[in-house]
């Protein structure tokens, strides 16, 4: 049974040993990060600096056998009826098992019921095939079209999808 808890520090080593290669690391992370690899203390060092904040939520999802996925949630709004997902990963050996649906679902109800958001929104590279359809399965839909976001990995150029669910 998959459940869900705040993130801590030593969780990152985990997390970190799940990003396979380059691709992988800039799917996951898109620009947050400068450079690749990054280690179990680049990661905290990115989340001390908003430890403090009421709009930042840093989760990790774990079952009998430990830790098996991350993600997080913010607010992108000051009035909080708008949360973003973002940093989504699930252990390697156990992709393609629903773990990461799973993992969302338990967010999206901790998102609504807890944190009271009207709306979720997550942004997916269009070459992530994998992702794209895990967010699919947990419910999220394409948002209406509007300005698409580009960016620039190497020397290739990803569409970013994004997606949304609303409070039902």
Not at 22 to 30: D, P, Q, V, Y
Request: hydrophobic residues 35%; charged residues 35%.
């Amino acid at each position: 049974m998959l459940r869900l808890r705040p993130y801590k520090a030593c969780d990152a080593q985990a997390i970190v040993s799940w990003i396979g290669d380059e691709t992988m690391f800039r799917k996951w992370c898109a620009d947050r990060f400068e450079s690749y690899p990054i280690t179990a203390e680049d990661l905290n060092r990115q989340y001390d600096g908003l430890a403090d904040s009421d709009s930042f939520y840093e989760m990790t999802a774990f079952d009998e056998s430990g830790v098996t996925g991350h993600m997080i949630m913010r607010f992108t709004d000051e009035e909080k009826t708008v949360l973003r997902f973002g940093f989504v990963i699930v252990d390697d050996r156990k992709r393609g098992r629903g773990y990461g649906r799973e993992m969302l679902e338990l967010a999206v109800r901790y998102a609504f019921d807890i944190l009271k958001a009207d709306k979720i929104t997550l942004g997916v590279f269009e070459n992530n095939e994998p992702a794209y359809r895990c967010y699919r399965a947990a419910g999220f839909r394409e948002k209406d079209a509007g300005e698409t976001e580009y960016y620039h990995i190497g020397n290739e150029t990803w569409k970013c999808v994004e997606m949304e669910m609303d409070r039902q």
